[in-house]
Structure formats: C-alpha cells, structure tokens
T-cell receptor, first 117, second 115 residues
Framework: NAGVIQTPRHKVTGKGQEATLWCEPI?????VFWYRQTIVQGLEFLTY????????DSGMPKERFSAQMPNQSHSTLKIQSTQPQDSAVYLC???????????????FGPGTRLTVL | AQKVTQTQTSISVMEKTTVTMDCVYE???????LFWYKQTASGEIVFLIR??????ENATVGHYSLNFQKPKSSIGLIITATQIEDSAVYFC????????????FGAGTRLKVIA
C-alpha cells in the first residue's frame, strides 16, 4: 500500500497563473479530503468527496478554487489566478466509508507546497 | 457547529516522563469520533489513536492513551515514557459518526521532548 500520493510535492507559480494539484487516495477508500495548512491559519478544511461525489465544500474560497474527482483513483484541486496568499501546503487525505463499526481515520498524503511569487 | 480547542500552544518535557495534552470539543451530534494525529518535523501527519463517543473505556495504543471525559467534552492525550522522537505537533480532531464526514481539527500543541 503506497499510501496517499500527492503530486507535485513542490510547485512555484507566478501571480495570476493557474495551479493544479493532484491526489491519488488509498485504493478502496471512498472519502477524499483536501486541506490547506499555513503557519497563521493552521490546518483548514477545504472540501471533501464521498464515492466521487462532492459532499461539503464549505471551506473552499468561492472564487478561483475548484476541486474535482473524476474517478475513484484521483482528485484534483485547481487554483486559478493564484495569489501570494494562496501560498501554503495543500494536503489530501482519504478514509474508508466510516459509518458505524467501520474505520474512520484519515490517512494523509505528504502534501504539495505551493509558493506563489 | 463543531469546534475543537487545544489551549496548550507548546509543551516541553524531559525524556521518559509522562505528558498530557488537552483538548475540548463542542458538538450537537449524539455520536462522534475523536482522534489524535501527530505531525512530524518533516510535515508528515500520522493517525495515532481514536475514541468512539459511545465507548466508556479509554482507548490505548502503545504508549498513547486517552482520557475521555464525556460530561466535560474533553479528550486528553497521554504519552507515557516520552522519547525524543515524540517531539512533534499533535492535533486533536472530531467527526460525526454518520452523515457528514468533515473533520474539525484543533490548532495543535507543539511537544518538545528534552534529553
């Protein structure tokens, strides 16, 4: 089991450019989560998918950020017109279908460090 | 809405001693999961231990154990016989049992274990 895979590990973009971050969840996990981590804000929830369907995107900035999960093996987070304040580590996590009696722990990927110049 | 609060920003302890990290939570859900995660200096976030709200007994995994006090909405993490490699940031988190799988994380407590 390779764990959650995130690519790229580091990305540098210029202000106004687009950034696409990729996540491959653990095989068999039905829930995929995206977080953003900064020193100031800490670990912030962005959005999550369950069985590829978007369930909760309450943490997503309404403009410029979008997330998709076109199949069960990968999810993408896209940031349009990146701004310096978007600089952060973006973390993807996955978990099993965690209702009663089933494991609910999240397993995190190594993150993508985005730097917007 | 759910909320998780970790009031201890940073703790330093001597190696081989026991440390307790505090966490209090707020929720309207009748059943929920509580978790502790560890983030190492490399940035890796690792699941440590979990408590189901309907279980009265405190969870224990290796040298990690929990002090679950449901009436106080409190879930403390206890690390016994601390080691240098326990130095990390520890996050408390919660999630409802069913329905919305969204996690709510606390701000984290930085633990430094001194030789």
């Amino acid at each position: 089991n390779a764990g959650v895979i995130q690519t790229p590990r580091h990305k540098v973009t210029g202000k106004g450019q687009e950034a696409t971050l990729w996540c491959e969840p653990i095989s068999g996990h039905s829930a995929v989560f995206w977080y953003r981590q900064t020193i100031v804000q800490g670990l912030e929830f962005l959005t999550y998918f369950r069985n590829q369907a978007p369930i909760d995107d309450s943490g997503m900035p309404k403009e410029r950020f979008s997330a998709q999960m076109p199949n069960q093996s990968h999810s993408t987070l896209k940031i349009q017109s990146t701004q310096p304040q978007d600089s952060a580590v973006y973390l993807c996590a996955s978990s099993l279908d965690g209702d009663w009696g089933v494991s609910a722990e999240q397993f995190f990927g190594p993150g993508t460090r985005l730097t917007v110049l | 809405a759910q909320k998780v609060t970790q009031t201890q920003t940073s703790i330093s302890v001597m190696e081989k001693t026991t440390v307790t990290m505090d966490c209090v939570y707020e929720t309207q859900d009748s059943s929920y999961f509580l978790f502790w995660y560890k983030q190492t200096a490399s940035g890796e976030i690792v699941f440590l231990i979990r408590q189901d709200s309907y279980k009265k007994e405190n969870a224990t995994v290796g040298h990690y154990s929990l002090n679950f006090q449901k009436p106080k909405s409190s879930i403390g993490l206890i690390i016994t016989a601390t080691q240098i490699e326990d130095s990390a940031v520890y996050f408390c988190a919660m999630r409802a049992h069913t329905g919305n799988y969204k996690y709510v994380f606390g701000a984290g407590t930085r633990l430094k274990v001194i030789a």
